[in-house]
């Protein structure tokens, strides 16, 4: 199928919370109309899922080899927290202004550092190899980038911008919306918690999918599109702080 990597417009499809117990319902669904379209999905994974809310749903056996299974058909599995639990506030003081509570923000260095090991850990351990993160609730400090770098992380998704942009020493691929929305330029991932979903949900995304289905990017030929050009940096600037500045009255 065609794709669109030499063009100026992309989205990368970005799930958001898959663990062990999730709505596999709506995952199998998802996973028949992904191979059907030919799209490649970033999947942030919970390596250590305790979230209260999540652990309510079916869990499934042989997670890990599923997520084997779906990395050698080329989708990106990326780690999305390490226990998907909040511990701490941000009062808006986060690096995006998200607001909120977080799992990381606010904690040492070396605590940050230990959550992400472990979770490293555990991927390693079935054989997974990762480079990318985005935090539970969009929320991060400086000490979450560095421990990022100090475990050989490089990709973050999430931010503000409208192509990738390279920052602290890391890749950024923007994600700016809560739902699925394609820009008429630019390349972005979105944002999909297909959990709590309901059958009309599932059906706009794939209706969704299906008008776009040329427009869909993998994330190494996202990342390809990381743009350095002073335009670039300045379109990005003011994305960041125009999003940051209405964040704060919210």
Known sequence: MKNNIDKKQGLLIRLDDIAENMNWKLMDKCEKLFKELNIKPLLGVIP???DPE???FEKRDHFWNKLKDWSNMGWEICMHGYTHVYDNNTNKKDFFNYGGKSEFYGHSLIEQSKRINNGLKIFSKNNINIRS???P???YDYNTFNALKNNGINYVIDGYGIYPYKK???TFVPQLFYKEIMLPFGVQATQIHLNYWDEKKFNN???FLFKNKNKFLSFDQAIKKTKQSVFSKITNYSVEYGL???RIFK
């Open 137 to 139: 609730n969009h929320t």
């Open 244 to 246: 940051k500045f209405i």
């Open 48 to 50: 250590f899922n305790k």
């Open 133 to 135: 993160f985005f935090a």
């Open 205 to 207: 995304f794939s209706k």
């Open 168 to 170: 602290k020493g890391l």
């Open 54 to 56: 999540l652990l309510k």
